[in-house]
């Protein structure tokens, strides 16, 4: 499972402040705390800047790979942004996201299909969000055909099934989980990813309903999540989901991380 | 969700001195713990007392009984055991369980036909544990066939696909998913029912696995369980689990659980 970290989003006040002072420290603060909890990429989304954008999230690429080793995940809807974002990144990044909708197809194939990374595909068609996994799994498709026919190789897709507050369509796991496992038979080989707390928007407990849908992603293949790596509870939901599901064969990264004291302890 | 406190059984090191001592109050202290955490079925098992089970078993249930209004889930290999505890129950209990074994079936089939009751019905062919999906189906097929054949109605009928530790055979969850989704296809109408513990023998933070596990049957359609339901953590999965699935229109079970303090608090 790859972890990708959601913490540093301007969408939260006080990561905004921290971006808008440019105040280097407490964002590699944050960086390093994800990164010392496993994530394999940084997510860095700085779309309440609108035109400003561009700016900060190259700000934020650099200032976050100044203090960690780990590659980001260039989070942002706007195509310039993004290669702006990709320009200033070291190594390999994720690209989050591309879609259907014509002027970001257009934008950021080149940038792409310029250098190493991986993408994130949204399964939505040009202009609404998919009511069900069936909408999905056709838009998923499509997706990864134009990426392909563009020479966009499929193992570097990562198919977004795009999650719904379960607060209010009571069906929109289900959407999604069949949307997960679905894709994946159809379009061998390819990555799945989910953002997962959406799910809990609205809803008291967000955290314990976050690591439920976890598990559940995980029994449909998820093979990427958006997610706080700092939440001891969802990373050992994480762990023993896949000592359960057989990806942890004999439990032994289980067992591993239960000894060296890294699976939060019971209440 | 049907929900069976699992509790009082013998293989409990201190529920057996209590049974041995004739020790009512501490019995029924801990069946009224299990149906204040909203248990629907207790479960009452006396097999290590081997040839005194059935007597055993018999006073644990009339035990049980004047103490809580709750039916019991009468828990023996035993078909004499099971019928004379049959025979105290007042009210609809669970027999828990029949298999294909000829003995079990010929001595049950009348107990089950005697009154209302449900059966817990074991995925296993006569002599050896299941070691796929497939064969746990296949079982699971062939014993309602006999059930339905005897006149017990389909609806009674919980199949339990034998849960085994994940530590022995780390595909052991995958064969326990796949069977679960399988009969619920193949046999409409039939119940599903795990005992949840099992398949965390042998490793470290057992309930942490036991409630990844609870969320991951439940979205193949379980519909009993067989746990703790004093575990706080587990019973909040459970609400979690339902809201997700769609079970629970709008959260408002799992809302109404928050707001009555009864979803156990993060750490």
Known sequence: MIIVGERINTSNKRIARAVEERDAAFIAKVARKQARAA????????????????????????????E???PLCLDSTSPDALACAVECHRGEPMINSISLEEDRLRGLIPVIKSRPCKVVALCMFRDSMPTSAEERMAAGVELVGRLEEAGVERGRIYLDPLVQPVSVDFRSVDHVLGALGGLRERVMGIGTICGLSNVSFGL??????????????????????????????????????????GSDEYCQAFIEAHLAGRLKPEV
Chains 1, 2 share one sequence.
């Open 204 to 245: 008291p407990r967000r955290r314990l309903i976050n690591r439920c849908f976890l598990s559940l992603c995980m029994a449909q293949g998820l093979s990427a999540a958006i997610l706080d790596p700092t939440d001891g509870q969802l990373m050992a939901t994480l762990l023993a989901s896949e000592a359960l599901l």
């Open 39 to 66: 994530a394999d990429y940084i997510d860095v989304n700085a779309g309440t800047f609108l035109e400003r954008e561009a700016d900060c999230l190259c700000w934020m690429v650099e200032t976050v790979q100044a």
């Open 68 to 70: 960690v080793d780990v």
